[in-house]
């Protein structure tokens, strides 16, 4: 059932809200997601809303730069991110760009993220593509 859920970053400088039937969360084992310990569920564009100006936030990108990692510059917590765009073997499998936002649920209000399935995603096996 499609729910509203408000989060936050640990100090409360960054809110935003959602609306989605969370169904899972992801958890990835790529070098910076394992540090982190981020639980993540995708959310369309048009179901993400910033309280907070984007310009807000510190920015971090790796790779190939076709992913944004959003930060709070008070308290360092990463409440969500832009996703990378596919690569050349993803794209190969099938799979497509995806437009939204991936969500850290541990800052979500009101949402218990051991209430859902976690999926694994082994982005330590992928390839990155050359610029």
């Not at 969360?25 to 790529?30: G, L, T």
């Not at 310990?37 to 807000?56: H, K, M, N, S």
């Not at 790796?62 to 917590?77: H, K």
Request: charged residues 25%; contains cysteine; hydrophobic residues 35%.
């Amino acid at each position: 059932m499609m729910k509203t859920y408000t989060g936050s970053c640990h100090c409360g400088t960054v809110r935003f809200e959602i609306d989605a039937d969370i169904d899972h969360v992801r958890v990835c084992d790529c070098s910076i997601c394992s540090k982190r310990g981020a639980l993540i569920y995708r959310v369309a564009e048009g179901d993400f809303r910033l309280l907070t100006p984007l310009q807000e936030l510190s920015v971090y990108r790796w790779g190939l730069f076709t992913a944004a990692d959003y930060f709070c510059p008070v308290c360092g917590i990463l409440p969500f991110r832009k996703p990378s765009q596919p690569t050349a073997a993803e794209r190969e499998a099938g799979i497509r760009p995806f437009d939204g936002w991936a969500v850290n649920v541990r800052c979500l209000k009101d949402f218990d993220p051991f209430s859902v399935p976690v999926r694994q995603i082994h982005g330590s096996r992928l390839t990155i593509d050359s610029p």
